[in-house]
């Protein structure tokens, strides 16, 4: 299963699919002007979520990296 940061977020209810959207948009722009930023990184900015809350995102994210690699 491949999941991302924002899903995990929204799955522990730290935010909205509305919030992920704002922030995807915001990479976006960033990206074509040359300025690409990690969405936590955004959210954080953006005062939506905590450093620790992303960091908890994270180790979720890790978690099912891991899990991938020991059911191959």
Same mark, same amino acid.
């Given at each position: =299963?491949?999941?991302?940061? +924002?899903? %995990? $977020?929204?799955?522990?209810?730290?935010?909205?699919?509305? *919030? #992920?959207?704002?922030? /995807?948009?915001?990479?976006?722009?960033?990206?074509?002007?040359? =300025?690409?930023?990690?969405? +936590?990184? %955004? $959210?954080?900015?953006?005062?939506?979520?905590?450093?620790? *809350? #992303?960091?908890?995102? /994270?180790?979720?994210?890790?978690?099912?990296?891991?899990?991938?690699?020991?059911?191959?």
């Amino acid at each position: =299963m491949n999941k991302r940061l +924002g899903e %995990i $977020l929204i799955e522990k209810g730290y935010l909205n699919d509305q *919030q #992920v959207q704002q922030a /995807l948009d915001i990479q976006k722009k960033n990206d074509k002007e040359g =300025m690409w930023r990690y969405i +936590g990184q %955004i $959210l954080v900015d953006l005062h939506i979520v905590t450093e620790e *809350q #992303v960091d908890e995102g /994270l180790a979720v994210l890790k978690n099912y990296d891991q899990e991938k690699v020991n059911n191959k």
